[in-house]
């Protein structure tokens, strides 16, 4: 499983949503989306719980009146 949530920001910077991903060496990556304050988590189910994951996802903030800016995080690698 993977998390991610946006703690805080600086005035007058604001939270506009955040996403995460895992991806396991073989197969589809599962994905979530949430917006503000909200916790985000993706995980795959128990019949791919072994093998090498990577998690990345992104946090993205704005302005009043500007376009969001989006930070990438990650990539992080297991083996489970």
Request: glycine letters at 12%; a positive charge.
């Amino acid at each position: 499983m993977a998390t991610i949530q946006l703690i805080r920001c600086n005035d007058p910077w604001q939270p506009v949503s955040a996403e995460v991903c895992v991806t396991p060496a073989v197969g589809a990556p599962k994905c979530a989306k949430g917006y503000g304050f909200n916790v985000v988590q993706a995980y795959h189910g128990a019949t791919s719980a072994t093998g090498e994951f990577t998690a990345a996802g992104r946090g993205c903030v704005r302005r009043f009146g500007l376009d969001p800016v989006c930070i990438p995080l990650g990539p992080v690698r297991a083996t489970l």
